[in-house]
């Protein structure tokens, strides 16, 4: 296994915080076989120099990827979430950059990385930092295409525009690769896309509750290689096995102690490889039910067989308002989606705490705290606000406040048993 | 009973409190503009109005039964709230007072601009705020976008989408928003806007705008006629006046900036070293950084903040006479010439930057940030590689809405002032006096 090479590549940060997230995940989900794959794709991913340079490569996951399929490109992500490749961008934002952005400029100026001089950058303009990682590219000489995602949703033009949009991102990726979208490439590719995202929430209901077979941080990292993988089948194909392990796992062996309390994780997503937070969260005693953020909450864009019916651009205006009505990215006025999937969770799955994270930066979310506190204390939840970045120098005070967290939710499930009583 | 009267003097005490805080930050920035030497005549209406908005808190001068529509960028026409026959204010605030209050609404890492603005809202004590009928959100940065949400609670509210870049089919998608907001001014307002009262409209930000550039021209002049303080303060006022009104007011400083041409009567006889000052706005009665400027040996010769000179600048050209013509000339004037750094290629910033450079002869160049504005900050880099070509000095200032830093800004433009000051030429030593 690739893994065990490991060690030689542990020369800078990067390759530090990425080895040794990879490590933990590795020796915490020893058992599970399945899971391996993932590991070696995420290693070949950032460390296999002989790939080819893609043609098109997507920043950030708020981009419907259905399109660039149907283009007839194999979408090649940066996501950020490394806290070495934001020291590579240090000289090339300014201080307050959130790290999600910082991370993802740091990638595309690695000095010993993937030559992307000649693919297509397609960036989502869903926040400042992205807007302006767009102007930075357009004068390097890149090749950009933007999409202006429509603040309002409540424009009743909104999803007009973004189907004006997605066709000029449609056009410039097929003039990108020299292949021509058509009615029958766009279906098969929302159809790929649909089994993908109908498996990414298969995998994540499955391996709720079951930290004693697969460890939060771990289900978050499968959900992150799917951005890892240049072929969704490939991936769907591997998390079904993964869901037949993991099922057969919990239907041989049982959990006989008390289940840590369920929290949500919601806000500013978790990226690989700094999985800080999860693995915080499992250290304090505590159980993520779920994660909501707008790289999770992709999963139910989806369509139906019925929705594959139409004309080229029909089908495109579907993709269109199907992303308006369910993306959650910190690209609108209000975050609608992300709110109204959080009141139907807490109603309908067993949730006893939210941990709000905020990356330091990703402002947004701050803005619309308050509006999920408020939300949130109808139900008697208690929400926790996580500021950080991704320095591991907070990780104890961190910690301790996680723990205080913990204990607080424990409590509260002694007092409902005491009162029950 | 008592607990529900305790409350109420609670609020009152802190209504009071924000109130004298609030009135006295404005009165004392206006003093020191009213104190800064040079200011030409005709400046009392200027400093009347600011008086008027902040010190006394009184809503804008408006006619009976007029409607006020508030808006929060350049990129809000204003000539078809005035078709509408309504009157325009510009909310963005730079008042330190309302900015503490804002800082416990908004989150911490949100720009002063919209802290205050969340401050203001909430204590719903600032009669500009409180008068308006409609609020006009152009969506330019993060922060906008999210107060859009945070104000939509409290007032009518209609976002306008900034294009990412000023593409002809940007233009259109823009062109179609300008309709959307002429009609829910037509439905605020309940007044149609018909071609003539467009064209009113026009002719009334024509004027004020033919004003300005005769205003600049006079600015130019070397030596200087005028401070840039006061020219700032002449501009910020715009936000509250109606243009008719603030467009009479600047021709008799015009006059009054003519005759003193004649006369060679200028603002000092020293060379001083030029600044240009560009960056995250500066509104009133955040203008520490003009007069700090100005206190310590320079001047402002150039503005590029879209409170200051490029607010009005940039004026309507109407190619085709037809209703829709018009508003494409609107659409075509917020858009096409904007340097603003909400889109996502900025470069005509820098030709903008490299003309007001040669046009003002400027020495050196103040990049203005307030703490948080990224789309600002993102561009320093940029422009400080740009104008270091050109070898024109830059210094990016960070700010806040507060006095905590004053004394650091002030050793900084201080150093500043004094490096420009070295590079340029040694000016002829005054006459040696004979005799007292």
Redesign the interface.
Do not use: Q, W
């Given at each position: 296994m690739k893994h065990q090479h490991l060690s030689s590549h542990q020369t800078d940060s990067f390759d530090k915080e990425y080895c040794e997230s990879l490590n933990r995940l590795y020796n915490d989900n020893i058992r599970l076989s399945e899971i391996r794959w993932f590991f070696n794709r995420a290693y070949d991913w950032a460390y296999d120099t002989e790939a080819p340079s893609p043609e098109v490569v997507l920043l950030g996951t708020a981009i419907p990827e259905e399109l660039v399929i149907a283009s007839g490109a194999v979408p090649y992500w940066i996501i950020g979430g490394s806290l070495g490749s934001c020291a590579w961008s240090d000289d090339?934002?300014?201080?307050?950059?959130d790290p999600v952005s910082r991370s993802i400029t740091g990638y595309i100026n690695r000095p010993d990385g993937m030559d992307l001089s000649d693919s297509l950058f397609v960036?989502p303009?869903m926040?400042?930092?992205m807007?302006?990682m767009?102007?930075d590219l357009?004068?390097s000489g890149r090749k950009v295409c933007?999409i202006?995602i429509?603040?309002?949703r409540k424009?009743p033009?909104a999803v007009e525009?973004y189907t004006?949009q997605l066709k000029a991102m449609c056009e410039a990726v097929s003039k990108q690769t020299k292949t021509r979208v058509t009615r029958k490439s766009v279906a098969a590719a929302m159809k790929t896309v649909s089994h993908a995202r109908n498996t990414m929430r298969r995998f994540m209901e499955v391996s709720r509750g079951h930290q004693d077979i697969i460890t939060d941080a771990a289900r978050l990292f499968v959900i992150n290689a799917y951005y890892m993988i240049s072929s969704p089948e490939e991936w769907c194909y591997h998390t079904e096995c993964l869901i037949n392990e993991i099922e057969y796992r919990s239907g041989t062996s049982k959990q006989f102690t008390q289940k840590d309390p369920a929290v949500m994780l919601l806000g500013s997503p978790v990226l690989f490889p700094n999985e800080k937070i999860p693995f915080l969260v499992s250290d304090s005693g505590l159980m993520i039910s779920e994660a909501v953020d707008y790289v999770s909450m992709k999963s139910f864009v989806t369509y139906s067989s019925r929705a594959l019916w139409g004309s080229r651009d029909r089908l495109i205006r579907k993709i269109a308002a199907r992303w308006l009505a369910y993306d959650s990215a910190?690209a609108?006025?209000?975050n609608d989606a992300l709110y109204d999937y959080v009141s139907w969770f807490v109603r309908n799955r067993k949730t006893e705490g939210v941990i709000y994270h905020v990356l330091?930066?990703q402002?947004?979310y701050?803005?619309?705290?308050e509006r999920f506190e408020t939300m949130l204390a109808q139900y008697g939840i208690p929400v926790f606000r996580l500021e950080t970045d991704y320095q591991y120098q907070d990780v104890e005070q961190l910690r301790i406040r996680m723990e205080a967290f913990s204990e607080m939710l424990t409590q509260r499930r002694y007092r409902e048993v005491k009162k029950a009583s | 009973m008592t607990d529900i009267n305790h409350a109420e003097s609670l609020q009152q005490r802190q209504d009071k409190r924000f109130i004298q805080k609030e009135t006295r930050t404005a009165a004392k920035y206006l003093r020191r503009l009213k104190e800064l030497p040079g200011a030409p005549e005709g400046m009392e209406p200027f400093y009347r109005t600011l008086e008027r908005i902040y010190v006394e808190m009184e809503p804008v001068e408006k006619e009976a039964g007029q409607k006020t529509i508030g808006t929060y960028c350049v990129m809000t026409p204003p000539e078809l709230i005035y078709a509408a026959g309504a009157v325009p204010v510009k909310l963005c605030s730079g008042n330190y007072t309302a900015f503490s209050i804002g800082d416990s609404i908004?989150?911490?890492?949100?720009c002063p601009l919209v802290k205050a603005v969340a401050g203001f809202q909430q204590t719903g004590l600032m009669p500009i705020y409180k008068d308006c009928s409609m609020m006009v959100i152009p969506?330019t940065?993060?922060?906008k976008?999210?107060?859009?949400?945070?104000l939509?609670d409290h007032c009518g509210v209609m976002?306008i989408?900034i294009?990412?870049?000023r593409e002809d089919?940007d233009l259109e998608?823009y062109i179609?928003q300008l309709y959307d907001l002429m009609a829910r001014l037509e439905q605020t307002t309940g007044n149609p806007i018909s071609y003539e009262s467009l064209a009113q409209g026009f002719r009334k930000v024509g004027y004020a705008q033919y004003e300005l550039s005769e205003f600049i021209r006079l600015k130019k002049q070397m030596p200087y006629l005028i401070r840039g303080s006061h020219a700032m303060a002449i501009l910020n006022s715009s936000a509250y006046m109606p243009a008719d009104v603030w467009g009479k007011a600047l021709h008799r400083v015009n006059l009054s900036l003519k005759q003193n041409l004649s006369e060679k009567k200028t603002v000092t006889s020293k060379k001083l070293p030029r600044i240009l000052l560009t960056g995250s706005p500066i509104v009133f009665p955040n203008i520490k950084i003009p007069l700090l400027i100005e206190e310590m040996g320079g001047i402002v010769a150039g503005d590029e903040t879209c409170m200051g000179e490029r607010g009005l600048w940039d004026p309507a050209v109407i190619t085709d006479d037809s209703f829709d013509g018009m508003i494409r000339a609107l659409a075509n004037r917020s858009l096409r010439p904007c340097p603003c750094?909400?889109f996502?290629?900025?470069?005509q910033r820098i030709f903008r930057l490299k003309q007001l450079i040669k046009e003002n002869q400027i020495q050196g160049v103040i990049y203005h940030v307030l703490?948080?504005c990224?789309?600002y900050?993102?561009?320093?880099?940029?422009i400080e590689n740009e104008l270091g070509q050109l070898g024109i000095p830059v210094i990016r200032l960070e700010s806040d809405y507060n006095e905590e830093d004053i004394e650091q800004l002030r050793i900084r433009i201080e150093a500043f002032i004094e490096l420009i000051k070295l590079k340029q030429a040694p000016e002829k030593p005054a006459a040696v006096r004979r005799s007292f």
């Open positions: 090339l934002v300014p201080r307050d950059t960036v303009l926040n400042d930092s807007r302006k767009a102007y357009k004068s933007l202006d429509p603040p309002d424009d033009y525009k004006g910190p609108f006025v209000r330091k930066g402002i947004e701050d803005f619309e705290l | 908004a989150p911490r890492d949100a969506v940065c993060d922060c976008k999210k107060i859009a949400g945070m939509s976002t989408h294009p990412a870049s089919e998608e179609r750094p909400t996502a290629d900025n470069s703490r948080g990224l789309v900050d993102h561009e320093y880099k940029r």
